[in-house]
């Protein structure tokens, strides 16, 4: 069964992402595509070989790259001619400053990068955009005295121009053009592995990519390649990671799980509500499901375990085991702190308050707490309106029913000796009632095999 | 116990093989048989050689890369080499798209509906499930009447096919000198190796997660699935072999049905009918949508891919025009039965390409390291691919000589 996905897909209007070119730099921009094939010619101008691949330096830290050199194609040869003794890069071809070329086979030095090669036509991350897109044509031009990559093509027209004759090529023609600034490009593996300039390359980006909605972050996670997936999940911070993995259509998260394996993926699990966390564990196979709750700390691997003994459908099965609870003796200055300490307090509406044997009195609300003063004893909150308690096994649609009766946003649940063990909030039951919500989506096509 | 152990193996293998049969193959092994009894058998054989060699070439692709072949392509191979293919990749799965809604056609006319009620009735209810989200639930009872298929081992038993002839032509090579069995094994080539179901194959495995560690149990799946699926296919053919002896090609629903005749006695061919409209419904949709995948991973429109129908205009249409387009074709004149085979046919044709680029793919340290081809697969699969390039070859040639007007 689909579980619905949470979050503002969709519904939120991203930021313009397209780059707005003055009529001056859209004169100036060299197509990299274009330039594929194009001839090189020395400053006698005779031709001396073809453009193979544009060359950038990716480790100066600049939103645009600069280009480094050409990769000329000489005869049977790949040689590399630094932009230094470049003296022009037009849409029909290249001269070059000097008539001498050292004809060494061409090898990718530390800190660079092939643009046809691990660019064009990859994946990359619209970042301002957040979404993903393929790179169909990318943009050079002279900046600050330097000829830099500033910008991806993503139209389709472009796409399609480059499947006709060179001469359709030749001009750069803009059409959907991100600011290169904005975005963040994966490097392939061996580049990564080697060198750890991923990283480097990949901090210009850190803070906007933690900083995504769960949502969005979810999105990108999904529309990304494996190798992609990989990287992007190696930049932001496990806990957004995690969140992020809460609003993953559940296909794509089992997906997300079973590639990255257990011991990461186990981290992540351990990161999500363990509401979300048992959904997240339900969809697994039982092997896999018991070999990432054996990567995890033993008391998180019990606690998850006993929200995954009930059934998807009962409150055990959809609570958030993370309570915060305070006895009826504690301060309200007590319970702020206790407050701060705990962690997903974002998803809690109230504070369960128990008397010395452990047994449920009330549910003081945030809003009582924030309104009552810090040396007031908890005892004088208690009253009603009284917290809905259910015990685990109660249906869903019971405490639906329970929750608006009584007009709560959360309810109880409590053991048979009515200690409290977990909270289910009104998400948590529009989840477990709405399966259809998930379907909004493209069917995925299945075929059996 | 051993048999049981057998069952919990083979069974679900077996029952997703049955249900991954689609109209048009349904058509080509049935007409195999009445038309040409057990000769087609050991073409058969080495067509499941060939369909367990590429099937586990595009496993091992969807596991090392975890990407589908629409972005493998569009990643590894020129742009222009990548929109031949996807092209060639359209036309074959509008040729199933049509060979879908022929199967709908065909199996209403048996009931007297014609098709030009049925086919666009067909188009439209499919075409409304899927864009409106209740379409899993549909899913579920095509893939239960397409289930009706594992009867057809039952049938060619019951039948009491000549078993020494069976066994002869299954294991010695045969083939029938005349351009209509050379027609109908590219036909067959077709059917068993559908372009469309070697794409599902790969992004099936890589949205699995399936990683390179727990491959090889995943590569067992791949052949076993290959295997099982055309055990059925060819008791689709001895069935009908046995069953059928006018040894002419099928012209309704009516002939193809009497393969079936040793289970289902009078009701034959209703039983039959209700398989081949599950099959067909349950392809109408998964053809399209996969095309829709595919295509929009190469030209990098994943994003709108994910989102819900209304917001993907790309997808939409691309959705759209392949349903629209197979039903158009399955109402021109003609015989349909004729259309189910010429479809299963150009499929032969269009082949021989897809699994060229895949080999070529899978062939590549530079993607795949350690896991490529080594020497032995190289020349067996370059091997392979080349007899059914030949193959159709000659069936391009045969089918230009007779729309030139030219008799052999």
């Known amino acids: ?449 | 116990m051993r048999l049981l152990a057998l069952v919990a193996i083979t069974g679900p293998g077996l029952v997703a093989a049955a249900a991954g049969n689609d109209a048009g193959g349904i058509a080509a092994y049935a007409s195999a048989g009445a038309q040409f009894g057990y000769h087609t058998l050991f073409l058969m054989v080495f067509i499941t050689g060939c369909l367990a060699l590429v099937q586990e070439m595009c496993a091992r692709l969807g596991s090392y890369t975890g990407e589908g072949l629409g972005s493998l392509f569009r990643e590894q191979f020129s742009l222009r080499v990548t929109a031949i293919v996807l092209v060639a990749f359209l036309v074959a799965n509008l040729g199933a798209m049509a060979s879908e809604f022929a199967g709908v056609g065909v199996s209403f006319e048996l009931v007297g509906v014609h098709r030009f009620v049925s086919v666009p009735l067909a188009a439209g209810i499919i075409w409304v499930l899927v864009v409106f989200g209740s379409y899993q639930r549909a899913e579920r009872v095509f893939r239960t009447a397409a289930l009706i298929f594992l009867v057809y081992p039952i049938a060619a038993i019951l039948a009491h096919p000549n078993v020494g002839e069976v066994l002869h032509q299954t294991l010695l090579p045969s083939f029938v000198p005349s351009q209509a069995f050379l027609l109908l094994s590219v036909g067959l080539v077709g059917a068993t190796i559908s372009p469309y179901v070697q794409f599902y194959v790969a992004s099936a495995v890589a949205d699995k997660g399936v990683r390179p560690l727990d491959y090889p149990r995943q590569r067992v799946d791949a052949i076993l699935g290959a295997v099982f699926a055309n055990v059925i296919n060819m008791f689709i053919i001895i069935a009908a072999a046995a069953a059928i002896t006018t040894r002419a090609p099928l012209q309704s629903a009516q002939d193809a049905g009497q393969a079936l005749r040793p289970v289902a006695g009078p009701f034959a061919a209703e039983l039959f009918v209700i398989g081949l409209l599950g099959a067909s419904a349950l392809a109408a949709a998964v053809v399209p949508l996969s095309t829709a995948y595919v295509v929009s991973e190469a030209i990098g429109a994943e994003r709108s891919v994910g989102k819900s129908f209304r917001e993907a205009p790309l997808f939409r249409w691309l959705f759209t025009v392949q349903i629209v387009i197979g039903a158009v074709v399955a109402l021109l004149p003609g015989n349909l039965i004729d259309l189910l085979i010429r479809t299963q046919i150009l499929n032969g044709v269009i082949a021989p390409i897809l699994l060229t680029c895949i080999l070529v793919l899978t062939n590549r340290r530079s993607l795949l390291g350690e896991a490529a081809n080594g020497p032995l697969l190289r020349a067996l699969g370059g091997g392979l691919i080349g007899i059914i390039a030949l193959l159709a070859v000659a069936a391009m040639g045969i089918s230009a000589a007779r729309w030139l007007g030219v008799t052999g």
């Open chain 1, 1 to 449: 069964m689909s579980t619905p996905r949470r979050g503002s897909r969709g519904i939120r209007p991203h930021r313009s992402h397209h780059l707005d070119l003055t009529h001056g730099l859209r004169e100036r921009l060299v197509s990299v595509a274009g330039l594929v094939r194009r001839p090189v010619r020395n400053p006698g101008g005779e031709g001396v070989g073809y453009v193979s691949d544009a060359v950038a330096r990716w480790d100066t830290g600049e939103p645009h790259p600069p280009l480094a050199g050409l990769v000329v194609r000489v005869g049977s040869r790949q040689a590399f001619v630094p932009v230094n003794l470049v003296a022009q890069v037009r849409p029909d071809g290249v001269s070059l400053s000097t008539a001498r070329l050292t004809l060494q086979e061409f090898t990718p030095h530390e800190g660079e990068v092939c643009l046809v090669r691990d660019i064009l036509d990859r994946q990359l991350l619209d970042v301002d955009g957040v979404r993903v897109v393929r790179a169909a044509d990318l943009y050079l031009a002279t900046v600050t005295d330097r000829i830099r990559l500033v910008g991806v093509e993503v139209g389709l027209r472009t796409l399609l121009r480059r499947l006709g004759p060179a001469r359709w090529r030749a001009k750069a023609r803009p059409d959907a053009v991100i600011d290169w600034a904005s975005v963040h490009s994966f490097g392939s593996v061996a580049l990564t592995e080697t060198s750890g300039r991923g990283a480097i390359r990949l901090d210009r980006h850190r803070n906007e990519l933690n900083r995504l909605l769960p949502a969005d972050l979810a999105a990108l996670l999904e529309d990304l390649g494996r190798q992609e997936r990989r990287e992007l999940l190696d930049v932001v911070e496990p806990a957004a990671a995690a969140d992020a993995l809460e609003s993953m259509h559940p296909d794509k998260r089992r997906q997300l799980l079973t590639e990255t394996g257990p011991p990461r993926a186990a981290d992540l699990v351990a990161l999500m509500e363990p509401d979300e966390a048992a959904r997240a564990l339900r969809g697994l196979p039982r092997q896999q499901r018991d070999q990432l709750l054996a990567a995890m700390f033993a008391d998180k691997a019990e606690a998850l375990r006993s929200v995954m003994a009930f059934g998807p459908d009962t409150a055990g099965g959809v609570m958030n085991t993370e309570l915060v609870i305070a006895s009826v003796a504690d301060t309200v200055e007590h319970v702020r702190i206790l407050l701060r300490i705990k962690r997903h307090v974002a998803d809690l509406d109230a504070v369960v308050v128990v008397d010395e044997q452990g047994h449920l009195v009330d549910d003081v609300s945030l809003e009582e707490l924030l309104l009552a003063e810090h040396t007031t004893p908890l005892e004088e909150l208690i009253g009603p309106p009284w917290p809905v308690s259910v015990t685990p096994d109660t249906p869903v649609r019971r405490v639906a029913d329970r929750m608006l009766d009584a007009r709560r946003l959360s309810a109880v649940v409590v053991d048979d000796q009515l200690r409290p063990i977990g909270r289910i909030l009104a998400d948590d039951v529009l989840q477990a009632l709405l399966p259809g919500l998930g379907l909004s989506r493209l069917p995925r096509p299945r075929w059996p095999t």
